[in-house]
T-cell receptor, first 111, second 114 residues
Framework: LAKTTQPISMDSYEGQEVNITCSHN???????ITWYQQFPSQGPRFIIQ???TKVTNEVASLFIPADRKSSTLSLPRVSLSDTAVYYC????????????FGKGTRLSVIA | DTEVTQTPKHLVMGMTNKKSLKCEQH?????MYWYKQKAKKPPELMFV???????INESVPSRFSPECPNSSLLNLHLHALQPEDSALYLC?????????????FGPGTRLTVL
């Protein structure tokens, strides 16, 4: 199981772009990278998932370098409502890989 | 309907009580999960059901007993819990098991064991 490492916390001002990097040095060939967002007292919410290069959706972008040993979640122009914990998860397509949440990054957006 | 519902929202129980947490989804998902989350910690996987069969049990104490009566429902039966079991219990579902399947989480049940 690929272990992930993220910064414990980050602060940002409103309107700025925020980049959260996740390290996963022992990622396997079949592993995907998935990010979830969690607000206080709520369940996590899927943000984005990717395998290589770049993935973009209406919420965020995910950048994955060629060696795939790290990935960066990019949140454009954050607002106060983006204050949450962001989790990076790595795992394969097989049904036997449980979803293991790392410690996550607590993002605080300041006005 | 992309919602996972959980009842009750809050539960306070004594160490000798028996209670149950309920989870329901109507997205046709065939995998359902129970997680436990302590304050300021990440969710910890407890159980995974795939096609109504228990496929993963992460060495959870027997005082927690999961049940999947049908593909839409998931229960967690609680008996003789300890104060350290107080936590937010999250239910989730996905189309299949595996990290590439987006998991949809419920709002959780906040459990307090006295």
């Amino acid at each position: 199981l690929a272990k992930t490492t993220q910064p414990i916390s980050m602060d940002s001002y409103e309107g700025q772009e925020v980049n959260i990097t996740c390290s996963h040095n022992n990622i396997a060939t079949n592993d995907y990278i998935t990010w979830y967002q969690q607000f206080p007292s709520q369940g996590p919410r899927f943000i984005i998932q990717g395998y290589k290069t770049k993935v973009t959706n209406e919420v965020a972008s995910l950048f994955i370098p060629a060696d795939r040993k790290s990935s960066t979640l990019s949140l454009p122009r954050v607002s106060l409502s983006d204050t949450a914990v962001y989790y990076c998860l790595v795992g394969d397509l097989g049904g036997n890989t449980p979803l293991v949440f790392g410690k996550g990054t607590r993002l605080s957006v300041i006005a | 309907d992309t919602e996972v519902t959980q009842t009750p929202k809050h539960l306070v129980m004594g160490m000798t009580n028996k209670k149950s947490l309920k989870c329901e989804q109507h997205m046709g998902h065939r995998a359902m999960y129970w997680y436990k989350q302590k304050a300021k910690k990440p969710p910890e996987l407890m159980f995974v059901y795939s096609y109504e069969k228990l496929s993963i049990n992460e060495s959870v104490p027997s005082r927690f007993s999961p049940e999947c009566p049908n593909s839409s429902l998931l229960n967690l039966h609680l008996h003789a819990l300890q104060p350290e079991d107080s936590a937010l219990y999250l239910c989730a579902s996905s189309q299949g098991v595996g990290v590439h399947n987006e998991q949809f989480f419920g709002p959780g049940t906040r459990l307090t064991v006295l």
